[in-house]
Structures are given as structure tokens and as C-alpha cells.
């Protein structure tokens, strides 16, 4: 599965929806890779593997970037997201 959706991402014309299509941790090796986590109700544009935009369809939805802090744990940085009209 990881694999199936590591080579989704990378076409530029496919676009992952649904409750967990990012916010699924895959984790590397054991370890916490970087990234990005999403609530229900959010995703994120990519370009590429670049995130351009994020957009939730309900206000109280989050996005964030997200890495291993170095002690076991990861820390979130909140991603302003978009709510379109």
C-alpha cells in the first residue's frame, strides 16, 4: 500500500481524498518520516512534493507539518488553511 501511494503522489494529476488518504503516519524503517497530517475535512495541494495550499471544508478542520523532534515524539506545526466559498 505505502508503495501503491508513494507512486500516486508523484503524479501530478492525481489528487488523495477521503479520511485518511493524508493523514495516514507511514512510517520509514521505524522511524517518523516528515510530513504532513490533516483533520477530517482537510487536504493539502501539492506541486509535485511541494505543498502550495492547504483547504478544509469546515473551519474548525486542521492541517499541519510535521517531524520528529529528535526524543521520541513529533512536533506539529499548524499550516494556515483555506476554507473556500
Known amino acids: 500500500m505505502a508503495g501503491s501511494a508513494g507512486r500516486l503522489q508523484q503524479r501530478p494529476e492525481v489528487v488523495l481524498t477521503g479520511s485518511s488518504a493524508s493523514s495516514v503516519c507511514w512510517h520509514v ?35 499541519f507539518h510535521v517531524e520528529a523532534d529528535g526524543r521520541g515524539d513529533a512536533t506539529e506545526t499548524p499550516l494556515p488553511p483555506r476554507l473556500p466559498r
Open 29 to 63: 524503517d521505524g522511524t517518523l518520516p516528515v510530513g504532513q497530517d490533516t483533520d477530517d475535512g482537510a487536504g493539502l495541494l501539492c506541486r509535485g512534493t511541494t505543498v502550495v495550499e492547504a483547504l478544509v471544508e469546515r473551519a474548525d478542520a486542521r492541517t
